[in-house]
């Protein structure tokens, strides 16, 4: 699981990543990502809104989003904001399919850092 200092919790955060970030979208996902050039650890944040599904559908989406992340966290450089938006299509995608999303788009916005 995603511990404590590794996410995103405040609303201005969220729109600096979205509004100034670099965006990749998907099918299943957009995954925006934002270098602060802080010395701190990568921090992720999640957004998934109710077109997506019920409760139990969101929440089950943000935990496998949540276990994409813990992983890729060692390969995300320091200072790195990402946020992951949901989009409807991520209710139905496997584990798998969401770790491809969001492993892809780390890759293509930052190649030279991000390495599998």
């Known amino acids: ?25 998907g099918a299943r996902v957009i995954t925006s990502i934002l270098s ?7 921090r992720f ?7 997506v599904g019920t409760a139990v559908v969101r929440n089950t989406v943000r935990r ?3 276990a994409v992340c813990a992983e890729a966290l060692p390969r995300v450089p320091q200072g790195t904001d990402v946020v992951i938006r949901a989009l409807p299509a991520s209710s139905v995608a496997s584990f798998a399919e969401l770790r491809t999303d969001v492993e892809r788009c780390l ?3 930052a190649p030279s850092e991000v390495s599998s």
């Open 1 to 25: 699981m995603l511990a404590r200092p590794f996410r995103l919790a405040r609303g201005s955060d969220y729109r600096m990543v979205v509004r100034r970030g670099s965006r990749c979208g």
């Open 36 to 42: 602060t050039g802080e010395r701190r650890e990568p």
């Open 45 to 51: 944040g999640f957004i998934i809104s109710k077109q």
């Open 64 to 66: 496998r989003l949540k």
């Open 107 to 109: 890759q293509r916005l």
